[in-house]
């Protein structure tokens, strides 16, 4: 079965950060691209980052480059998003999502989701 489970959402201060984890199972991990994607309250959803196969080449949207960044750790089958400087409009539910090979800033690519994780910037 596969299941990519993100974890490490929150409550953070603006300027604050978080690093979010998510953990991939019942596929070939490191044969797939990674992507994290956001959906703020009465927003659609949109991705953030997003990282290929063999991890050697990543895309932000450009609301977060310079203060987001995407790695994959292929012995532990994890995507990680490391977030700096949040900003309130960072709020959303955070999700991974997994594709093969490349690496899309569109969701409609993605063959698996995980089930998201809250992130709140707040003071």
């Known amino acids: 079965e596969v299941q990519l489970v993100e974890s490490g959402g929150g409550l953070v201060q603006p300027g604050g950060s978080l690093r979010l984890s998510c953990a991939a199972s019942g596929f070939t991990f490191e044969d797939f691209g990674i992507g994290w994607f956001r959906q703020a309250p009465g927003k659609e959803r949109e991705g953030v980052a997003c990282?290929?196969?063999?991890?050697?080449?990543?895309h932000y949207v450009d609301s977060v480059k310079g203060r987001f960044a995407i790695s994959a750790d292929y012995a532990a089958s994890t995507s990680y998003l490391q977030m700096n400087s949040l900003k309130p409009e960072d709020t959303a539910v955070y999700y991974c999502?997994?594709?093969?090979?490349?690496?899309?800033?569109?969701?409609?690519?993605?063959?698996?989701w995980g089930q998201g994780t809250q992130v709140t910037v707040s003071s």
């Open positions: 999502a997994a594709v093969g090979g490349a690496c899309y800033l569109t969701e409609h690519e993605y063959d698996y």
């Open positions: 990282i290929n196969s063999n991890g050697g080449r990543s």
